[in-house]
């Protein structure tokens, strides 16, 4: 079985989608004109680099809102929308799929899961017109269970064995991801391993009870972008600050 890059499909859909949406907001009286009010006479901008802020939110909201409607309100628009829709949503598209040891693993979404479930299968189960897929995360349920709008940005195992695997999780989507280690025979996040809060971290094995970190380590630790400068060498059972 040969395996499609993700960066591939998601260079087709761009191609399959881009034209149709560069027509759309070519057409006359799309575009609109963005007035911006602050006492910042060095940069009117500034606040807008407070990501998370109230202000800034609320501008990005009315934005949306207002290209949403304009886009709407074009002829093509739900035409467009449903066919693209149907494509991405379609139970018979493709599986992207990554394999590691015995198992076949994907990330699915639909119109049941929409925020998307880890699954796997053996690459025999896989050749089958109708593959039983195994759930190794719903993220759907996870987010509701603990309150949160987690993103799923992947699952990495420690090869050839694949027994200790890291789980990123984003709250929302962002760069910013939550990192758990997870158990893959139990399929259930592991109490005591390797876990860290919310940061624009790095993780990778070195072997079962050590990983190379770069995270947020306190004043110095990042640069303005709030990625880490440095990288640490983290042992099992000791805490974060002593890597």
Same mark, same amino acid.
């Given at each position: ?18 034209? =149709? @949406? +560069? #027509? $759309?907001?070519?057409?006359?009286? &799309? ?52 066919? =693209? @829709? +149907? #494509? $991405?949503?379609?139970?018979?598209? &493709? ?62 195992? &420690? ?62 630790? &990042? ?21």
């Amino acid at each position: 079985m040969s395996r499609v890059p993700r960066h591939l499909w998601s260079r087709a859909r761009a191609a399959c989608l881009l034209p =149709a @949406l +560069a #027509a $759309l907001l070519a057409l006359p009286g &799309l575009a609109a004109d963005v007035g911006f009010a602050s006492t910042d006479a060095t940069d009117p901008y500034l606040w807008l680099e407070d990501i998370d802020g109230a202000r800034a939110l609320d501008w990005v909201r009315a934005q949306n809102a207002a290209t949403e409607k304009k886009l709407a309100s074009q002829p093509l628009y739900q035409e467009l929308r449903s066919e =693209a @829709l +149907a #494509a $991405l949503d379609s139970p018979s598209r &493709l599986p992207n799929v990554d394999q590691m040891g015995k198992w076949i693993y994907n990330f699915w979404k639909d119109d049941q899961h929409p925020r998307g479930i880890y699954r796997r299968a053996t690459l025999e189960e896989l050749r089958k017109p109708e593959p039983a897929w195994e759930t190794v995360l719903d993220v759907d349920a996870l987010a509701q269970r603990e309150g949160k709008p987690w993103v799923f940005h992947g699952m990495d195992c &420690l090869p050839p064995e694949y027994r200790e695997c890291l789980v990123s999780l984003s709250p929302g989507g962002g760069d910013a991801e939550e990192i758990r280690e997870f158990d893959p025979v139990k399929l259930a996040f592991e109490p005591a391993g390797f876990s860290v809060p919310t940061a624009k971290t790095s993780m990778a094995w070195l072997d079962a009870d050590s990983v190379f970190i770069g995270s947020d380590f306190g004043p110095g630790s &990042l640069t303005e972008s709030g990625y880490p400068r440095t990288v640490r060498l983290w042992r099992r059972g000791t805490p974060l600050a002593k890597a």
